[in-house]
C-alpha cells in the first residue's frame, strides 16, 4: 500500500507550528465529576488542582508563580490542572485570561447553580476561599491543601512534598 507523502508532510508540519504548551479549551464540571474525571484521571501522577476566578486579582497574581514551580517538575510526574470558579457573567473572560497568560494547564469551568455544592463535593473543610489549591500524591490522595495566594516557593514545597510521599 502506497501512502501519501504530502498530506502526512502537511500535517506534521502543522503540528510543529502549533504553539507549545497551548491550554486545551475550558471543559464544565459539575459536582460529582470532580473525582471521576480530574482526580481519578490522574493517579500515578502527583496532581496539584488551583482553583480561581478571573475576578480573584490574587489568583492571577499566582498564575505565574504556578507554572513557574510546575515547569520544573517532569510532566510524567505532576500534572497541574485549573479549575475556573467564575460564574456565568464572568465565563467568558476564562478561555481569553488563559490565552493571554499563555498557561499550559488543562482547565475546568465550574458548572453549578450553587458553588457550596461544588466546595462541598472537591473538599468539605475548603471555606470557599480563592486560590485554593489541592496537592494529591500518586495514589490520590490529599497532601497538601493551600488557601489564598502561594509563592512559587511554597508550591514547589507542596509538589515536593507530593512527589516524596510514599507510593
Same mark, same amino acid.
Given at each position: ?5 504530502? @498530506?502526512? #508532510? *502537511? =500535517? +506534521?508540519?502543522?503540528?510543529?507550528? $502549533?504553539?507549545?504548551? /497551548?491550554?486545551?479549551? !475550558? ?36 498564575? @505565574?508563580? #504556578? *507554572? =513557574? +514551580?510546575?515547569?520544573?517538575?517532569? $510532566?510524567?510526574?505532576? /500534572?497541574?490542572?485549573? !479549575? ?84
Amino acid at each position: 500500500m502506497r501512502v501519501a507523502r504530502r @498530506p502526512l #508532510l *502537511a =500535517a +506534521a508540519l502543522a503540528l510543529l507550528a $502549533a504553539p507549545r504548551g /497551548a491550554a486545551e479549551p !475550558v471543559k464544565l464540571l459539575r459536582p460529582d465529576q470532580y473525582h471521576s474525571r480530574i482526580v481519578a484521571a490522574k493517579k500515578g501522577r502527583v496532581l496539584l488542582v488551583n482553583f480561581w476566578a478571573t475576578w480573584c486579582v490574587p489568583c492571577r497574581e499566582e498564575m @505565574p508563580k #504556578l *507554572a =513557574a +514551580a510546575a515547569k520544573d517538575v517532569p $510532566a510524567k510526574d505532576l /500534572a497541574v490542572v485549573l !479549575v475556573a470558579t467564575d460564574t456565568p457573567k464572568t465565563s467568558a473572560q476564562v478561555p481569553k485570561f488563559l490565552s493571554e497568560t499563555k498557561s499550559p494547564f488543562v482547565c475546568w469551568q465550574v458548572r453549578s447553580s450553587d458553588p457550596q455544592t461544588f466546595i462541598d463535593a472537591v473538599d468539605p473543610s475548603w471555606d470557599g476561599t480563592l486560590p485554593y489549591t489541592i496537592v494529591y500524591d500518586r495514589k490520590g490522595d490529599v497532601v497538601v491543601r493551600l488557601a489564598g495566594a502561594q509563592s512559587q516557593a511554597y508550591f514547589a514545597e507542596a509538589i515536593q512534598r507530593a512527589l516524596g510521599a510514599p507510593r
